[in-house]
């Protein structure tokens, strides 16, 4: 199971950090992603991990100004958020595959409950 957290209401050009709680056994054979959906949107890539080999991708929107990374003692999935845009708006979930990185969202079949985030301009 995966449990995301940390959204919320910020103003352009400021940080979010989300977090994302596992369960489970065998997480480091995981690629774990970060996805958003706008209103109206379909969901996106934003970020993904692979745990084991702590590789990772970037969409070319984020990169730069987002860092994911994982805590593997404590099982936590971490997105770093910095100089939020107002196009960043939407709700965040995290995801996990077994096996190598993935862009697309059909390759994720486990997946949290999303965070809203906020960017005011």
């Known amino acids: 199971q995966l449990q995301a957290s940390g959204g919320g209401l910020v103003q352009a050009g400021g940080s979010l950090r989300l977090s994302c709680a596992a369960s489970g056994s065998s997480l480091s054979t995981y690629t774990m992603g970060w996805f958003r959906q706008a209103p109206g949107q379909e969901r996106e890539f934003v970020a993904n991990i692979n745990w084991r080999a702590g590789s990772t991708d970037y969409a070319d929107s984020v990169k730069g100004r987002f860092i994911i990374s994982t805590d593997g003692a404590k099982k936590m999935i971490y997105l770093q958020m910095n100089k939020l845009k107002p196009e960043d708006t939407g709700v965040y979930y995290c995801?996990?595959?077994?096996?190598?990185?993935?862009?697309?969202?059909?390759?994720?079949?486990?997946w949290g409950q999303g965070t809203q985030v906020t960017v005011s301009s």
């Open positions: 995801a996990a595959r077994f096996g190598g990185r993935s862009q697309y969202s059909d390759n994720y079949p486990l």
